[in-house]
C-alpha cells in the first residue's frame, strides 16, 4: 500500500493475480472431477453464502509467494529450501486434495530423500507430468525481469516435483503466460496474436506449440465443453493450461468470465479456473474480481498482504 492508504497499481495487480488464483480454484473446488459443469449449478455456487474454501493448488501457490518474498536479494527460487517447505504444507494441511503423485513425493521428502530423486520415482520413474507444479507457479511473474526469465525460474520451481518435462513445461507456459498478463495495460485491449506469439516464442517443445496453435484457432465462439474436447481438461499439465490460457484469452478484463468458461469447462475445474483466474485478475488488478467472492473466500485478507509484500520485491537478476 501507498502511505495514503490507496493501493499502487503493482499492489493491486499483484492482489489479482494471487486473489485471481484463490478464488478461481475456491469457486471450482466443487466441480473438480465431473465432465461439465451446467450455468445452473454454477449460478447456486456463486450465490451460496458459504465460505470459499481454497484446495491444494492456493495452497501451494502461498507457499511459493512466501518462498519468493523471504528470499529478497538472494537467488528468487532455492529448490532445495522449495522442496521442503512444499512438503510440509502438505503435512500441515494433508486434506487440501493433493494429487497423488505429488503427495508421494512430499512423503519421500519428510523421509530425507533428497528431491531430485524423490520426484523420479512416480509414474514407473520418469516423474509426474500433473499440473501441480504450473498451478502453483503463478507469483513467479511478481518477481520476473521478463517472459523468459519467469519460464526459467518456473521450471526451477517445478523441478522439485515434477521431473517430466512435460510438468515443468507447464508451469513455464503458465508464468510466462501471468508475466505477459501482469505487464500488459489494461487499458489497452489486449493483443491476443502478439501474447501467443510471444508464449510460443519462449516454450518451444512442438507438443506445447502445436497446443497454442489449438488456443489461436479456439479464440472466439467456442463454448467452454467444445474446448475442452479439444484441447483437454485433465490433471496432467498439457491437457490443462492451455485451456487456462484460453480462458483467459476469450475474457482477458473479465475475472468472472474467465473463470465461468474454466468451470464450465469441467474436468479439473479447481485448477484450471485458478489458472484462469491468475492470469486475468493479474492483468486487470483485484477490484475486477466480484467484491462478494472475495468476501466469502477464506484468508483473502492474508493473501491480500502477501500480494503487497510480494508487489515491492524487485525482479531478480538470477
Ligand atoms: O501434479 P499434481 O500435484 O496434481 C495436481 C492436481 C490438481 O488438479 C490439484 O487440484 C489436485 O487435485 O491434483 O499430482 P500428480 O498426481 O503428480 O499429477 C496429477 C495427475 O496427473 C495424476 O494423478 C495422474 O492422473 C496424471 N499424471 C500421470 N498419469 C500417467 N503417467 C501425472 N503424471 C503422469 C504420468 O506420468
Ligand atoms: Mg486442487
Ligand atoms: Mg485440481
Known sequence: MTTSDTPSPASTKARGLLLGAAVGDALGAPFEGRHSVDGA?????????????????????????????????MVAVDEDTLAGQLAREWRREPWRGYGAGSREVFERVLAGTPWA??????????????????MRVAPIALVSAGPTHAAELARKSAVVTHAHRHGQEGAALQACAAFLALSSDPASPLNRE???????????????????????????????????????????????????????????????????YAIRAGGDTDTIASMAGALTAARTGAQAIPPEWLARLESASDIGDLADTLATRTPSSR
Open 41 to 73: 449449478q454454477l449460478v447456486r455456487q456463486e450465490r451460496s453464502a458459504e465460505a470459499l474454501r481454497y484446495t491444494d493448488d492456493t495452497a501451494l501457490t502461498l507457499v511459493l509467494a512466501r518462498h519468493l518474498a523471504e528470499r529478497r536479494g
Open 117 to 134: 530423486e524423490a520426484s523420479k520415482v512416480s509414474f514407473a520413474g520418469h516423474g509426474s507430468y500433473g499440473n501441480g507444479a504450473a
Open 194 to 260: 502478439a501474447f501467443l506469439g510471444r508464449l510460443g516464442h519462449t516454450i518451444e517443445h512442438t507438443e506445447w506449440q502445436s497446443r497454442l496453435d489449438q488456443v489461436r484457432r479456439l479464440i472466439g465462439t467456442s463454448s467452454p465443453t467444445f474446448a475442452a474436447s479439444q484441447l483437454g481438461n485433465d490433471a496432467t499439465a498439457v491437457a490443462s493450461v492451455p485451456l487456462a490460457v484460453l480462458a483467459f484469452l476469450q475474457y482477458p478484463d473479465r475475472p468472472a468470465e474467465a473463470i465461468r
